[in-house]
């Protein structure tokens, strides 16, 4: 039971480049979340999707796209990468319910010049 | 958006110290949590209350979600090493239903000296 997995660990991008976060659960949650977490800071929520076919925005949405693709994945896109969105990007899911706690994944660090 | 202020930003205390941080808010929040980061990994959740007054232990870890729902603490006690690490505290407007995001606090890095 993998749990929550985020694909690529890490990657490097020039200004302008695009590229795209992959992340996937194996637990049959409802909802996924995307976050960035830059020094000394929390983490900041940037899109989440309550549910397979929707998608609403975060605190921090701007430069970014999501797409749930099924209900086991739900990636993260830059169009146009730039140096501000250096940071490390964390998947999360959650059942739906009471009680029921967000798992994250290990993160992407992305460093863009 | 609402906002989490979270202390101590660091502390340094020697092992088998009891340990204690808090955070504050000025929105309420209907469920408060507690992860702890360590180094290249995602949050992991420690504790998690979902009622005003709550109260919840968990091994050495003790949380309380406060009276106005504007306030949590986390206490650790006898301190041990592999307690070091980043401490988050996290809010959620609903009530655990829902699916909205979690509002994190900035943290607090927790180092121990042996």
């Known amino acids: 039971n993998a749990g929550v997995t985020q694909t690529p660990k890490f990657q490097v991008l020039k200004t302008g480049q695009s590229m795209t976060l992959q992340c996937a659960q194996d637990m049959n949650h409802n909802s996924m979340y995307w976050y960035r977490q830059d020094p000394g800071m929390g983490l900041r929520l940037i899109y989440y999707?309550?549910?397979?076919?929707?998608?609403d925005k975060g605190e921090v949405p701007n430069g970014y796209n999501v797409s749930r693709l099924n209900k086991r994945e739900f990636s993260l896109r830059l169009e146009s990468a730039a140096p501000s969105q250096t940071s490390v990007y964390f998947c999360a899911s959650r059942d739906r319910g009471r009680g029921k706690t967000q798992y994250f994944g290990p993160g992407t660090r992305l460093l863009v010049l | 958006g609402q906002q989490l202020n979270q202390s101590p930003q660091s502390m340094f205390i020697q092992e088998g110290e009891d340990v204690s941080m808090n955070c504050t808010s000025s929105s309420i929040f209907n469920t408060w949590l507690w992860y702890k980061q360590d180094p290249g990994e995602g949050p992991v959740l420690l504790i998690a209350l979902y009622k005003a007054g709550e109260l919840t232990s968990n091994g050495r870890l003790t949380a309380q979600f406060g009276i106005t729902r504007k306030d949590s603490f986390l206490n650790i006690s006898a301190s041990i090493p592999s307690d070091v690490g980043i401490y988050f505290c996290?809010?959620?407007?609903?009530?655990?239903?829902?699916?909205?995001?979690?509002?994190f606090g900035k943290g607090t890095h927790l180092i121990i000296q042996p």
């Open positions: 996290a809010g959620q407007l609903g009530s655990g239903g829902g699916a909205d995001g979690l509002t």
């Open positions: 999707s309550a549910s397979e076919g929707t998608t």
